[in-house]
C-alpha cells in the first residue's frame, strides 16, 4: 500500500491519459536531448571504425534518427499489436558496435544491410510466440553474452583513440579522452540522480570543448553544413548474398539480436512499472508489441543499409520517473523530434566533427555499465556451481575465440570462421552447456486437459501423483489439490459454460523446487489478470465478498506465490506452493 500511495504523487499522466500539448513537447523534447547524442554518436563510431566514407557517414546518422523517430512514434502509438503504448525511446544499442563495424568493413553497407534483415526476423517471431520461448532466455546465457559485448567492442574503440591530424600537439588525444571520461564518472558517481541523466551529454560537450582547444574538434564540418537538407549519400542498398563474411558474422548478430530482444522485455516491463499510479501486474501483451515494433525498426534499418535501433530503457524509464508524465503523447512527440532532427544537416554536423578521443573514451563507461549489467543479470537470476562453471568456461571460451588465442589455425576453417567472433563462440559455448543441464535434469510431469470444471478429480489425481513421487505427506497433497483446484476455479470464472471456453485446451506442468512445489498453467487468454485481482483483495474488507473472489482469497492463503503472464492468446500462471513445514518456518 505504501507503494501505491507514492507512487500516486508522483505520477501526474498515466499512459491513457492526455496531458497539454506544450507539456508533452516538452518532456518529449526533454528525451531526445537526453538520448540524442548517443543516437547520432554510436553510429558514427560504427562507421569510422570500419573506415567507411564521410558520404555512407552521413546517410548512416541520418537514417538512425529518422527510423528512431518514427519507432519511438510506433511504440507510443501501437498500430494492433504493434508498439507497446508507452513512452519507450529508440536508438542504436553499443551492443551491436563491434559486429556492425566488422560487417563494413568485410562487405561494406550491403553486408550490414543483409545481416540486419536477418537479425530482425528473431524479435519478430519471438513477439508472436513469446510464452514459447519464454525459458531459452535464461539469465545465465544473457549475462554472458552481455558480458562477452565489451570484448568485441573495446578493441576497436580503443584503436581509433588515438588517431589524430599531425598537426595537433602528442597529449591533444589523451587529454580529450581523460577530460570526457572524468566528467562522466564524476557526474554518474555523485551527482544527484537528476544530473546523473546529463552525464554523458555533459561529459561529450566537456570534451568536444578540450578537443576544440588542441584543433581536435572539426569546426569546418559544421560551418560548411546547411541548416536544412538531406544527406548527400543515398541509400546504399542491400544484396542476398551468402558470403563467407555473412555466414561467419550471421550467428553473432543473431545472439546480440537475442540480447536485444530480453532488454526489450525488461524495458517493457520497467515502463510499466513506473507509469501507473496504482501498481500493476504486468502486462506481457505490451512486451509483445514492444518486441513487435522492435523487430519492424531493425527491418528498417536493415533496409536503409545501417546499423540496428531497438528500445534504450535507460533513458525512457528515469524521464517519466522526474516528469511523473507517462503519456503516449510523449513518445509521439519525442518521435517528431527526432524525425525533424534528421533533416537538419547543421545540428548532425556538431555530433559528426566529435573526435574519436571523445567517442572511445563515452563508449568506455558505456561498455562498462554492459559488462555490469551481465554480471548482474547472472547473480541476480539466482548462481550455483552449475550456472557459474557455464558462465565462467563461456565467457573465457569467447574472450580466447575474440583475441585468437584459441587454436587459431584451427578456428579460422571451422565452420567459415564463425567461432573466431567472441559473442558467437562464447553463446554456443552457454547455450550447448545449458542445454546439457536441461537435457539431464529431472522431467517435469505434465498433464493436458479440457478447460473446464469438469477435469477436477483428473488434476487432483495427477497432482497426488506428483507429490508422492516427491517424497511429501497428505498435508503437502492436500495443499497442492486445494491450490490446483482453486487456480482452475479462478481462471474459469463465472463463463465456464460458455462454448468458445469448452473447447479451450489446458496445460498443467509440477515440479520440485527446493522446498516446494511450482504449478504452472497454461490455457488460452483471459482479461483480468490474477495478480492485480490478488493485490486488490488486500484493499477490500473481509465481509465483502464476490462470489469470484471466494476461491481468489483461498489461492492467496494457499500459495506462495502466484505470477500471472498475459500474452496474445495465451495465458501463464505460475503458483508456487511451500510444503507445510516451510511455511511455517517463513511464517
Not at 552481455?146 to 597529449?171: C, E, G, K, W, Y
Not at 515494433?293 to 528498417?300: E, R, T
Not at 528515469?318 to 519525442?334: E, K
Request: proline share 5%; hydrophobic share 50%.
Amino acid at each position: 500500500m505504501s507503494n501505491s500511495s507514492s507512487r500516486g504523487t508522483t505520477i501526474r499522466y498515466e499512459p491513457d491519459e492526455s496531458p497539454p500539448g506544450a507539456l508533452a513537447f516538452g518532456c518529449g523534447l526533454q528525451l531526445v536531448i537526453l538520448g540524442g547524442a548517443s543516437i547520432a554518436l554510436i553510429p558514427t563510431i560504427v562507421v569510422r571504425a570500419a573506415g567507411s566514407s564521410e558520404a555512407y557517414l552521413s546517410w548512416a546518422v541520418f537514417g538512425v534518427i529518422a527510423i528512431s523517430g518514427v519507432c519511438t512514434a510506433l511504440q507510443a502509438v501501437r498500430l494492433g499489436r504493434i508498439g507497446a503504448g508507452y513512452v519507450l525511446a529508440m536508438g542504436p544499442p553499443g551492443a551491436f558496435i563491434g559486429l556492425s563495424a566488422a560487417a563494413l568493413a568485410q562487405g561494406g553497407p550491403a553486408l550490414l544491410g543483409t545481416l540486419v534483415v536477418a537479425s530482425s526476423l528473431l524479435p519478430i517471431v519471438l513477439s508472436t510466440r513469446l510464452s514459447l520461448f519464454r525459458r531459452l532466455l535464461t539469465p545465465t546465457i544473457v549475462g554472458t553474452v552481455n558480458m562477452l559485448i565489451p570484448v568485441t567492442v573495446l578493441p576497436v574503440v580503443f584503436s581509433r583513440m588515438h588517431q589524430a591530424p599531425d598537426q595537433v600537439p602528442a597529449l591533444g588525444a589523451p587529454l580529450t579522452a581523460l577530460a570526457t571520461i572524468l566528467v562522466i564518472l564524476g557526474i554518474a558517481l555523485k551527482g544527484t540522480a537528476t544530473l546523473r541523466l546529463w552525464a554523458p551529454v555533459t561529459g561529450i560537450a566537456v570534451g568536444s570543448l578540450v578537443a576544440g582547444a588542441f584543433g581536435l574538434y572539426d569546426f569546418a564540418r559544421v560551418v560548411e553544413a546547411p541548416w536544412i537538407g538531406v544527406p548527400r549519400g543515398g541509400w546504399p542498398g542491400i544484396e542476398l548474398d551468402m558470403s563467407p563474411a555473412f555466414v561467419g558474422l550471421l550467428p553473432g548478430f543473431v545472439f546480440v539480436a537475442l540480447i536485444g530482444a530480453t532488454q526489450t522485455i525488461v524495458s517493457a516491463v520497467a515502463i510499466q512499472r513506473v507509469s501507473w499510479r496504482r501498481p500493476r501486474a504486468v502486462d506481457y501483451r505490451a512486451v509483445q508489441g514492444c518486441m513487435a515494433a522492435d523487430g519492424v525498426c531493425k527491418l528498417l534499418s536493415g533496409l536503409a543499409g545501417i546499423m540496428p535501433t531497438q528500445t534504450i530503457a535507460a533513458i525512457s524509464v528515469p524521464a517519466v520517473q522526474l516528469t511523473g508524465v507517462g503519456a503516449r503523447g510523449v513518445g509521439i512527440a519525442a518521435g517528431g523530434v527526432l524525425i525533424s532532427l534528421a533533416f537538419l544537416p547543421k545540428a548532425l554536423a556538431m555530433v559528426l566533427a566529435i573526435p574519436g578521443a571523445v567517442a572511445g573514451a563515452y563508449v568506455t563507461v558505456l561498455m562498462a555499465l554492459t559488462f555490469v549489467r551481465g554480471m548482474t543479470e547472472i547473480v541476480q537470476g539466482g548462481i550455483d556451481h552449475r550456472k557459474g562453471l557455464v558462465a565462467g568456461v563461456a565467457f573465457w571460451v569467447g574472450t580466447g575465440c575474440q583475441n585468437g588465442m584459441i587454436f587459431p589455425e584451427l578456428l579460422a576453417n571451422a565452420a567459415g570462421g564463425v567461432l573466431q567472433n567472441g559473442i558467437t563462440a562464447g553463446g554456443l559455448t552457454a547455450v550447448l552447456m545449458t542445454l546439457f543441464l536441461e537435457m539431464t535434469a529431472p522431467r517435469r510431469s505434465r498433464i493436458e486437459v479440457d478447460f473446464d470444471l469438469a477435469v477436477l478429480p483428473k488434476l487432483r489425481e495427477f497432482l497426488g501423483a506428483f507429490a508422492q513421487r516427491s517424497g511429501w505427506d497428505a498435508k503437502m497433497v492436500h495443499r497442492l489439490e486445494a491450490a490446483g483446484e482453486e487456480t482452475l476455479l479462478t481462471l474459469t470464472g463465472p463463463d465456464e459454460r460458455d462454448e468458445k471456453r469448452q473447447r479451450r485446451r489446458l496445460f498443467l506442468s509440477a515440479h520440485k523446487e527446493a522446498d516446494g512445489a511450482v504449478l504452472e498453467f497454461v490455457t488460452a487468454v483471459g482479461e483480468e489478470n490474477v495478480q492485480d485481482r490478488i493485490a486488490i483483495l488486500g484493499e477490500r474488507p473481509d465481509d465483502v465478498l464476490m462470489e469470484r473472489e471466494v476461491s481468489l482469497r483461498l489461492l492467496r492463503h494457499i500459495a506462495t506465490s502466484v505470477r500471472h503472464q498475459q500474452f496474445h492468446e495465451t495465458d501463464i500462471v505460475t503458483v508456487r506452493v511451500d510444503a507445510p513445514e516451510t511455511s511455517r518456518a517463513g511464517n
